[in-house]
């Protein structure tokens, strides 16, 4: 009973959110967008952490953690974007937002793409994972560029509904994610000289995860694991790594893992075996599938290149 009254509360439906933070109906009852500087947000009628059933992306005036990395700052004072998607905790024990005031709060039921590619396309962008520390900070202009976007859609859910109402919204979401996947992709390249940072860490996580040998017992090195070492999401590192190499978090995984094993065929006398075993793999059958896909050598023919 305990557990059930601190859990967040579940919002199934956009009405059920607007009515707790006591909005009026939405016009439609798959999206909304909420301008507070025309209905402003009751946040104290509820409980900050909840679970949402649909996506939730929100224009900040002010963003906290405004990145300083030595003598400089890496971030725009311009405000930003949050995203969340379906089923996240959102308030103050996820970290996902707080309390500051959103200008506009756009509300998206999966129910509304259904039907459009948007539907799949929508849960590759890695940024409905962020956290609020890995927010979407706007330069000036990207930010008139966002708000232009949210405008044209408060005024086609306000003026109209009719048979296209739908086919332009569409098209809004995908313009607004379009701009916020080149603003992210901006923002990798301003926070370079940090990214590469955290690069490096990733690499000494990595070394001494395999130099102690922590493999052994706990498998191979995961995405979370390492994100959780860094103090970043997932997707975050993912996309970072991606930025910088080209590779995902567990395409560099991967080649690490490559790596240690071309290192242990060459110098040591172990079987393929015992070298998958090692490196944490459960069946050597896939440590072998794997290294022959990246090298286009089975670990006997790379072995034996050496003799």
């Known amino acids: ?25 939405p016009v439609h009852p798959l999206i909304s967008l909420i301008n507070s500087a025309n209905t402003p ?15 939730k992306i929100s224009y900040k005036p002010k963003l906290s953690g405004k990145l300083k990395y030595g003598q400089d700052y890496y971030d725009f004072d311009e405000g930003g974007l949050l995203f969340a998607a379906p089923n996240q905790i959102i308030g103050s024990n996820s970290g996902i937002e707080t309390r500051e005031c959103s200008i506009y709060t756009l509300l998206i039921h999966p129910d509304f793409l259904w039907n459009y590619p948007l539907a799949k396309k929508i849960k590759t962008y890695g940024f409905f994972s962020y956290s609020a ?49 080149r603003f992210y992709k901006r923002q990798f ?11 490096q860490k990733l690499e ?13 017992s706990q498998g191979i090195p995961t995405v979370q694991y390492l994100s959780e070492k860094l103090n970043i999401t997932p997707s975050y590192l993912s996309d970072m790594l991606r930025s910088l190499t080209g590779q995902n978090a ?40 794997l290294f022959k896909t990246k090298t286009n050598f089975s670990p006997l023919e790379f072995r034996q290149s050496f003799n």
Do not use: C, W
């Open 250 to 289: 567990q395409q560099h995984i991967h080649n690490r893992l490559i790596e240690k094993a071309k290192e242990q065929l060459s110098t040591t006398g172990l079987s393929v075996s015992e070298i998958a075993y090692k490196l944490g793999f459960e069946h050597p059958q896939s440590f072998s599938k």
């Open 189 to 199: 390249i301003t926070r370079k000289a940090v990214s590469n940072d955290l690069l």
């Open 41 to 55: 947000v009751e946040f104290n009628r509820h409980p900050q952490a909840h679970v949402l059933n649909f996506y």
């Open 1 to 25: 009973m305990k557990k059930e009254e601190n859990s967040p509360h579940r919002f199934d439906s956009l009405s059920d959110a607007h009515r707790a933070f006591g909005l009026t109906k």
């Open 133 to 181: 520390n890995e927010a979407l900070h706007l330069s000036e202009s990207e930010k008139a560029t966002i708000i232009s976007i949210f405008k044209i859609m408060e005024e086609e859910l306000n003026s109209r509904i009719d048979d296209f109402s739908q086919d332009v919204m569409i098209s809004q979401i995908e313009l607004l994610l379009n701009y916020a996947n």
């Open 204 to 216: 000494d996580v990595l070394d001494e995860y395999f130099n102690n040998e922590r493999s052994l």
